[in-house]
């Protein structure tokens, strides 16, 4: 876990060291199983309309999430960037509905949005990424708000986890007022219980 340094921008700070030391790993892959194997008795026990985040170039890779979700329920919902800085949501029904969007995210094809769009209130559990997180759960995303838009839209009993290495827990992470902290958040290495979902 990192401690804070003195007279550092804390949130500047904490997001540039989280990205440089996420970049540095040499394992993500393996890393990414082990996160993966602790994620699946999480959503088989909540298995009624869980979202997962598609994994873009070097975060917690959600791949082999996802197959095990449409295996198993045969749908799973993943998010997509809207104007505004908002994310839609999709019922996906297979792997191959994904495309390259915005960012360079694999999103649904657009010609297929309209007929399976989930609202935010249908959602049982979220797995959310995230550059940092602490262990009371608060969370620092990329600074374009899409995913702190979203919690403020999820039930009050959908369990929301975070998905980090072990090189993205710091000490302390600031927040403000509207900041909504994670449930749980599953590195490769430990299952942290941060509140209990209402």
């Given amino acids: 876990m990192i401690e804070l340094p003195i007279g550092k921008p804390p949130k500047a700070w904490i997001r ?26 999480e959503l088989d026990h909540h298995r009624q309309t869980p979202l997962v985040y598609v994994g873009v170039r070097d975060e917690v890779a959600t791949d082999s999430i996802l197959h095990h979700t449409l295996h198993q329920f045969g749908n799973v919902v993943v998010p997509y960037c809207l104007p505004g800085n908002e994310l839609g949501l999709f019922r996906l029904e297979d792997f191959a509905e994904l495309e390259r969007g915005a960012f360079g995210i694999r999103e649904p094809r ?70 909504i902290p994670m449930h749980q958040i599953i590195t490769e290495t430990q299952t942290i219980v941060c509140s209990p979902a209402d």
């Fill in 110 to 179: 657009e010609e297929l949005r309209a007929n399976r769009l989930v609202g935010p209130q249908e959602i049982s559990l979220a797995l959310i990424p995230g550059v940092a997180f602490d262990h009371t759960g608060n969370r620092i995303g990329y600074g374009k708000g899409y995913f702190d838009r979203l919690l403020t839209q999820l039930p009050k009993d959908c369990r929301q986890i975070g998905l980090a290495f072990d090189c993205q827990l710091f000490a302390e992470i600031p927040v403000e007022t509207h900041d």
């Fill in 16 to 41: 540039e060291t989280a990205l440089a030391q996420r970049r540095s790993l040499t394992d993500r892959t393996a890393r990414s199983a082990a996160i993966a194997q602790r994620v699946l008795p």
